[in-house]
């Protein structure tokens, strides 16, 4: 199986890959992997064993070794032997420079930055590099995950994104304002018949014309905004008091991060498509919209530990408000990292299985699932499990 990640040195990515390749070492300790559950027993006789890693990358470095092992020292999220076990196959994995276009404010934060755009290429010309290096690397069990910083929200023109004829037409007259990193990398992606995943916020291969392009190439993707912590919590206890018949009154949602992720969200531009992802879950499960306050907030000594305070006001009955906290503590890679492999092992294997176009099964992985509005993690899951049932 090859793995083709946008954001290749990143702290997800990196954890992603230094589990991967101990898995395909021997080691067996599957916690945290949503594939490797007994309702999935039959998924890796679909796929094969091995994992390959390549990718698209902005802030360069010398190779993914260099790159994990600066993430381990700053945050020393696992025990360091996993990362040396790994050290060859870190030390081959070298990405190629990608696309920043249209990615915010925020991207200054990542330090010294290659990209594509650096060398004075058109969008044509950048869209056709991405393509390569992508199409030299693919094979018939290749999947593109992307885990790079949070985009802004994307300056919409239906002329442009509603169809792949309008984008393909901006591309080739260069309309960069138009187009996002993500857009590209998801195009690039589709435009080989590779199954996609978008892992962020980012408008990816939401719009229209990507969909469109996926349903012409039978490809499979999903999306978008991988639910990992809070916004995972939230959407698992907020059916809690819709089962119960509880009238939530408000619910404020304070997180905290550092690290390179925490230094993008710091800037407003970044941050907003965040906060309406994971702001918009409660009128998903509850059909109305409580008062609500979701802030992010860079935390630098944190770095990848990351920290949500959670208040919930709700009324009971004879009209008694009440309260709810909560407080969720977690090493965001540990938790995301393992979402990586399982989203490339059910893309692959939904390939195998015929299917394509949005795989909306696949939204338990989401904040924000494309087409559909169920967000209740309890209905999600039962929805990933019938489908995998119905296509073995």
């Not at 984008?167 to 138009?178: G, L, M, T």
């Not at 390179?260 to 800037?267: E, N, Q």
Request: charged share 25%; aromatic share 12%.
């Amino acid at each position: 199986m090859k793995v083709w990640i946008i954001g290749s040195y990143g702290i997800v990515s990196t954890t992603a890959m230094v589990g991967a390749k101990n898995i395909e070492k021997g080691y067996d300790e599957f916690t945290g992997l949503v594939s490797e559950l007994p309702h999935f027993n039959n998924l890796k006789k679909n796929i094969s064993s091995g994992f390959e890693f390549g990718g698209h990358e902005v802030r360069m470095k010398e190779n993914a070794y260099e790159a994990a092992l600066e993430h381990w020292e700053l945050n020393r999220h696992f025990d360091k032997s996993f990362l040396e076990t790994v050290r060859d196959d870190l030390e081959r994995i070298v990405a190629k420079p990608g696309t920043a276009l249209n990615c915010g404010t925020g991207l200054s934060e990542l330090g010294e930055l290659k990209t594509l755009e650096d060398d004075g290429l058109n969008l044509r010309e950048i869209a056709d590099t991405l393509i390569s290096d992508m199409k030299k690397f693919a094979d018939e069990e290749t999947v593109v995950i992307n885990i790079a910083s949070t985009e802004p929200l994307p300056n919409y023109s239906k002329d442009i994104h509603g169809s792949i004829e309008g984008f393909e037409r901006a591309i080739d007259d260069n309309k960069k304002e138009y187009i996002s990193a993500s857009m590209l990398y998801a195009y690039g992606a589709l435009k080989l018949g590779l199954p996609y995943a978008n892992f962020t916020p980012s408008a990816g291969s939401s719009i229209p014309a990507l969909k469109e392009l996926a349903i012409k190439n039978r490809v499979p993707h999903a999306g978008n905004d991988g639910k990992t912590g809070e916004t995972l919590v939230k959407t698992t206890l907020a059916p809690m008091f819709a089962y119960r018949n509880l009238k939530i009154l408000g619910w404020m949602g304070y997180n905290i991060l550092g690290d390179f992720d925490g230094k993008v969200l710091s800037h407003n531009d970044n941050k907003e498509s965040k906060v309406f992802s994971k702001d918009s879950v409660l009128e998903k499960i509850l059909g109305e919209s409580p008062y609500s306050i979701t802030e992010i907030e860079y935390f630098p000594s944190l770095v990848d530990n990351k920290m949500a305070f959670d208040f919930i006001h709700f009324r009971g009955f004879l009209g008694t408000a009440m309260k709810f906290y909560f407080i969720w503590d977690a090493i965001d890679a540990i938790v995301a990292a393992p979402l990586i492999i399982d989203l490339a092992r059910f893309l692959i294997f939904a390939k195998k299985k015929g299917q394509y176009g949005v795989v909306k099964e696949l939204g338990f992985f989401f904040k924000s699932p494309m087409d559909t509005d169920i967000v209740n993690t309890h209905k999600q899951f039962e929805i990933l499990v019938d489908w995998f049932r119905g296509l073995q």
